[in-house]
């Protein structure tokens, strides 16, 4: 019982040691057509749930995207980009159109190819449309498109609310976003200031904190030798907890510098 109990304890305190950081919701085309996408803050947008995957023939997909701040304005941030390119993205073809103007938002024709496109697109409202085509012909690719709420303040002075975050070129993005390891301002000034001091000082007080609990867990199963486990039980458990610990480290260190 006391086992079962400091065991669960020690879950829940892994649990919430290791969640750290702000990471966006992803959302896949593939499994959204024919939906509408409500996001709030910032969302990613992905082709497949796999990095580079098998791609439907004759797809026809279109997905509406909404921000639910309905005076807010969505950004468009291409992390990657990587499917077959073709003349006029007759092969495959990811088409981003204005909901308000109805107007094409980046190429007439299209995203296709495997040079991600650096230019930060934008709405004119809290709406876009995503239509992703491909032909009859066998083909992979992947994408991943950075979507972020924003707006540009309020007042004689463009102010951002309390709990936003102004960026450089006078966005006004929610405060959370910031030193994510995410470009949701478009000019990566969510991103600088401050930032490398307070990734380093999550990772060391989480793993601080991992290394304490499982000190004081030796020593509560220590204590209780005689009554529960033998010594080379204790001894796979604790390994099995440095184990946990080290996997657990790694993915906080990955979440920091996404």
Avoid at 147 to 167: I, M, P, Q, R, V
Wanted: hydrophobic share 35%; glycine share 8%.
């Amino acid at each position: 019982m006391v086992g079962a109990i400091s065991l669960n304890c020690f879950l829940i305190l892994i649990g919430s040691v290791v969640v750290a950081g702000y990471i966006p919701t992803s959302y896949y085309l593939t499994e959204k057509c024919g939906y509408t996408i409500v996001f709030s803050n910032d969302a990613r947008i992905r082709l497949s749930r796999y990095s580079s995957s098998y791609l439907p023939r004759s797809l026809s997909c279109h997905v509406a995207v909404t921000s639910v701040k309905a005076s807010d304005y969505i950004m468009i941030k291409f992390r990657d980009l990587d499917t077959q390119l073709s003349t006029r993205c007759s092969t495959n073809s990811l088409k981003i159109t204005d909901a308000v103007t109805t107007q094409a938002i980046g190429p007439q024709g299209g995203f296709c190819g495997f040079s991600t496109p650096y230019q930060v697109y934008q709405s004119t409202g809290d709406s876009i449309y995503l239509d992703f085509k491909t032909n009859s012909l066998f083909q992979t690719g992947s994408l991943d498109i950075l979507l972020t709420s924003f707006n540009y303040g309020s007042g004689a002075n463009s102010s951002c609310a309390s709990n936003e975050f102004k960026c450089s070129n006078n966005k006004c993005i929610w405060g959370g976003l910031t030193c994510d390891g995410y470009n949701n301002c478009g000019d990566n000034s969510d991103e600088i200031s401050g930032c490398g001091t307070t990734s380093v000082a999550v990772i060391a007080g989480s793993v601080g904190a991992v290394v304490f609990i499982i000190i004081v867990l030796v020593i509560i199963f220590g204590a209780r030798r005689r009554y529960y486990y033998h010594s080379h039980v204790r001894i796979a458990f604790i390994s099995s907890l440095l184990s946990d610990y080290r996997e657990s480290t790694t993915k906080l260190i990955a979440s920091a510098i996404v």
